[in-house]
């Protein structure tokens, strides 16, 4: 176990030192800096101190290093935009994009869960065949839109909710949340629809295949040779099976909605990581961008790590080698 | 050759196609869309990039139907006074453009690196593996948004940034289909009488890998459609003298909360439904294509 | 009350495909009485697994049973609801897959597999439950049970495996056992293990069995008749031991002299039955066995030959019968 750990740990810091590197690579290809924090009068001289105080004129591998060593040191350079720690400024959001996450995973898996597994059991039921027109248009809608039409129905057209923002927050354990207040939670409502719809779309299809798949195998046959009524096998027998396979696939979507809340965030004006990505590309506030790059990298590869980790514990069959 | 098409008319395939109302759906709205594209330019009742044609005295007209609406402009008009439904013509060519381009490249060069790997196994395909691995277990709109952010806009760049992130999967398959050849015992024989067996090797894969590959063609257009769209919402897509539906809905936005929603909801149909289509042809077809019958 | 513990009649079970309909089963019959061990044998494809599906119920669509009689202890089968069947299947009738590697639930620990067949059948409590787990896994001969009933599937070699299904298969104690090609997805040396284990079982605990294979040679060492299929049909029937030193059917024949003998002429080449199993979308018209036939005449395409006794227990659908061991002229046309 010690063993596959330390391996696990290894493959991880290998992965996050090759993302630095692409990542500092393509940055340094990617304008001049320099040019953004002097005025727009600076002289040819001023431009040049300013190269040096940033380092900028040292070889390429040297500021490499210059950056790996303040990477493990904690430090992600200053934005040059807010003049503060981009650790920092990325830290500060990441309580608003978590909790609009979390929020769409409850949310996709609380309506993907039931009809998935219901459309998987009755697959040809009328039922089963709505949900999947319905989540094959799920998978097809542009998010950014679904946002859209959302601000446009429930906040411009009827005022019932609220089009962007956050919105009151309460502290948990020191951390401003939205949802615990409920000016708060009318801001996350919207948002964490828009998010969640492509995710559940993807759920529903995903479960009730793997059920159906699931349902054809040798082993379910065999159970109804021993006389195994039908709600025994499918409760008992089948339900598990399919939605091991399943967990692996939702870790996987995490990270792929922490990568959409990009575009949520920005559509609702919903201050989290995403946002500040946005605004940092648009500002070419490379710092923030790299920040955002290694800390979201480092996520997920903590995440996979976390899914693995799950998967071995609920697969009898995986040894950890 | 007719003999042929004669068989295809009574293969397996085309009779449940024509009886699946999803795959017809499909195939209707992707031919309508195709359709739009090449013949569209000639109808359409302005060419939206000829700023010349534009006044901006037509800005922010309503659809036709609606109070204030023109018939000129059937679907409205934006803060230019481009009329809508010439401007989604021209955006859905564009959209329509980069996801077949992109799929075309990612399918080549995904299924060059696969062929490679999975013969040449060894190091070199320890680390293409590790290269897949470790692209797929990052969002692949996040890599493009970065590459996008990193080298600025630009339809040429856009295409391949969607490309470096598309071809994983095109290699991994090809990849799988070519190491379960290896194994084969022709390629023993034939390397036991002095011949290479890639090309035999290559004649088997070829057919076994050709139906994966045309479903995860289908649907990964519709993916890089939608991926290309919610770039260029972002900003990081598609230059702004080309504007794809993606953009299109993204200036629509700007002017959302004094309640002109036509020019961003409409251009978003458009995807909407162009993407449908595809997943609707992409799920036939897959389903058509899987060994479920023994 | 019938001498016989299942008779079945005109089976037929056809899969409507797309490319044509598929007569799985066309028309078998055959009988079996308590405690005998019946060996059906044939070809891949033959019908043989199919066979055995459709005398519990377990044909799915495109696949469905068109025709025929099953009657169990005096009661057809296939007039039964699926309710009725479900408390018949495991309790009276019981079946043995072929591959130990699916037939098991792979995320359940084997003692829960087993627990779950004696909860359904028997009104024992879940200590007792508990002992005759592990008094049966003695039975098939595995080792240590105590630990083995927290192990899961995958935790056991092929023929472990197959033991723990045939443990399963046992355990509501059932007057009939359908065990299709229960060895072929062994090893050799654990397919005799395993066949005379079965065979001791059967007998002790006095359950008839249905032995679905290919292998002839299993057939003849184990089973008190053979029933011989062939393209959905049988072809012959009767006692074993006869059936195996006098064939009637020239298909049985053929089986039987390409079974590779240690004694005898070394220098003979191994003969085969020329030909190949037609497609079954295309069956022939009259014997389908025809044009791999030495003896076939022109009869023989022209018309299907039914099944008649030529001797006492013995039945063959044939029209030239061949006459006790007689070697065939050539294998000509």
Not at chain 1, 126 to 138: D, K, N, Q, T
Not at chain 1, 157 to 172: D, F, N, Q, V
Not at chain 3, 19 to 29: E, L, M, P, Q, Y
Not at chain 3, 135 to 151: Q, T, Y
């Amino acid at each position: 176990m010690l063993k596959y750990l330390l391996k696990r740990l290894v493959q991880m810091i290998v992965v996050l030192f090759t993302v630095s590197v692409i990542v500092f690579l393509v940055m340094s290809f990617t304008g001049d800096p320099v040019l953004m924090i002097v005025p727009p009068t600076a002289t040819d001289a001023q431009i040049a101190e300013a190269r040096t105080a940033l380092g900028l004129d040292r070889p390429l591998w040297v500021q490499y290093g210059v950056f790996l060593q303040n990477l493990l040191r904690g430090d992600l350079g200053v934005s040059y935009i807010f003049k503060r720690p981009a650790l920092t400024l990325i830290v500060e959001r990441m309580p608003a994009t978590l909790e609009l996450v979390f929020f769409s995973v409850l949310l996709s898996l609380a309506v993907a869960l039931p009809c998935g597994v219901y459309a998987g059991a009755r697959p040809n039921s009328p039922f089963s065949r709505a949900v999947m027109g319905g989540s094959l248009l799920g998978i097809s809608l542009p998010s950014f839109w679904v946002g859209i039409l959302l601000i446009f129905y429930f906040a411009v057209e009827k005022g019932l909710l609220p089009s962007s923002g956050r919105g009151a927050t309460a502290p948990l354990f020191g951390i401003p949340f939205a949802f615990l207040t409920w000016d708060g939670f009318r801001h996350i409502v919207l948002p964490a629809v828009t998010l969640a719809l492509g995710t559940l779309a993807m759920l529903i299809r995903l479960i009730r295949a793997q059920i159906m798949e699931v349902m054809r195998q040798d082993f379910i046959r065999f159970a109804r040779a021993k006389g195994v009524s039908w709600r025994s096998l499918f409760f008992s027998h089948a339900l598990k099976n399919a939605l091991v396979p399943v967990v692996t696939v939702f870790g996987m979507q995490i990270g792929s909605l922490i990568a959409f809340a990009t575009v949520t965030e920005t559509i609702f004006a919903w201050p989290g990581m995403g946002k500040l990505l946005v605004d940092s590309i648009n500002t070419a506030d490379r710092p923030v961008i790299v920040a955002y790059l290694m800390i979201v990298a480092a996520i997920f590869v903590l995440i996979n790590f976390l899914v693995d980790i799950v998967y071995t514990l609920i697969d009898p069959r995986i040894d950890l080698r | 050759m007719s003999a042929k098409k004669e068989g295809f008319f009574k293969s397996e395939f085309f009779h449940n196609f024509v009886r699946s109302p999803g795959a017809m759906a499909g195939l209707l709205i992707v031919t309508f869309f195709v359709v739009l594209v090449t013949a569209g330019p000639l109808f359409t009742p302005q060419n939206p990039y000829d700023i010349g044609s534009l006044d901006l005295m037509d800005a922010f007209k309503p659809p036709v139907w609606m109070e204030g609406g023109d018939p000129a402009f059937v679907l409205g008009t934006d803060d230019q006074g481009r009329d809508l439904l010439s401007a989604m013509v021209y955006g859905s060519r564009i959209s329509l453009f980069i996801g077949l381009s992109v799929v075309v490249l990612s399918c080549v060069l995904g299924t060059f690196l696969g062929l490679t790997a999975g013969y040449f196994g060894g190091r070199l395909d320890s680390l293409l593996m590790r290269i897949v691995d470790i692209q797929l277990s990052f969002p692949a709109m996040l890599v493009a948004l970065f590459i996008m952010a990193a080298f600025g806009r630009g339809l040429g760049k856009l295409v391949t940034a969607l490309t470096i992130v598309g071809w994983v999967l095109y290699a991994r398959t090809v990849r799988g289909s070519v190491l379960v050849e290896k194994k084969k015992e022709y390629v023993d024989a034939a390397r036991l009488i002095g011949l290479s067996p890639f090309p035999i090797i290559l004649r088997h894969v070829l057919p076994n890998i050709l139906t994966p590959l045309i479903v995860i063609a289908t649907i990964h257009v519709g993916t890089v459609i939608l991926t290309e769209a919610t770039l260029s919402y972002l900003g990081v897509g598609v230059p702004v003298t080309r504007p794809s539906l993606g953009l299109l809905v993204k200036n629509g936005y700007d002017v959302l909360f004094s309640g002109l929603w036509w020019s961003s909801v409409f251009p978003g149909m458009f995807i909407m439904l162009l993407v449908f289509g595809i997943n609707l042809l992409g799920d036939f077809l897959r389903d058509e294509f899987n060994p479920r019958l023994k | 009350m019938s001498e016989y513990l299942l008779e079945v009649r005109n089976l037929q079970t056809r899969f409507e495909l797309f490319r044509g309909t598929v007569k799985a089963v066309d028309g078998v019959d055959f009988t079996l009485r308590e405690g005998e061990i019946l060996g059906i044998v044939g070809e891949s494809g033959g019908g043989k697994s199919v066979t055995g599906f459709s005398l519990l119920g377990l044909i799915d669509p495109p696949g469905r049973v068109a025709a025929g009689e099953v009657i169990f202890r005096g009661e057809n089968l296939l007039e039964k609801s699926e309710e009725e069947m479900r408390r018949i299947r495991g309790k009276e009738i019981s079946m043995i897959f072929q591959d130990p590697m699916t037939s098991l639930n792979p995320l359940q620990t084997i003692g829960r597999q087993i627990d779950e067949m004696l909860a359904l059948h028997t009104p024992l409590s879940q200590a007792d439950r508990r002992k005759r787990s592990l008094e049966l896994l003695r039975e098939v001969g595995i080792p240590n049970p105590e630990d083995r009933l927290e192990n899961y599937p995958h935790q056991f070699s092929g023929g472990m495996r197959q033991r723990v299904v045939i443990a399963i298969a046992l355990a509501a104690n059932p007057k009939l056992i359908i065990a299709d090609e229960p060895t072929t997805a062994l090893d050799v040396t654990v397919q005799a293990q395993i066949l005379a284990l079965m065979e001791n079982l059967v007998k002790r605990f006095g359950s008839a069995l249905i032995l679905i294979t290919h292998d002839l040679a299993v057939v003849s060492e184990m089973t008190h008749r053979v029933a011989v299929m062939y393209c959905g049909r049988v072809v012959e029937e009767g006692p074993t031991r006869e059936l195996v030193h006098n064939p009637f059917h020239p298909y049985t024949k053929g089986l039987l002299e390409s079974i590779p003998r240690l004694s005898g002429e070394r220098s003979r080449r191994l003969p085969q039955i020329p030909g190949m199993v037609p497609n079954l979308f295309d069956l022939p018209p009259g014997c389908s066995f025809a044009p791999r036939c030495g003896y076939a005449t022109e009869l023989c395409r022209k018309e299907a030959p039914r099944m008649r006794t030529v001797a006492p227990g013995r039945m063959v659908s044939c029209h030239n019968p061949v006459q006790g061991g007689e070697e065939a002229e050539g294998h000509g046309r």
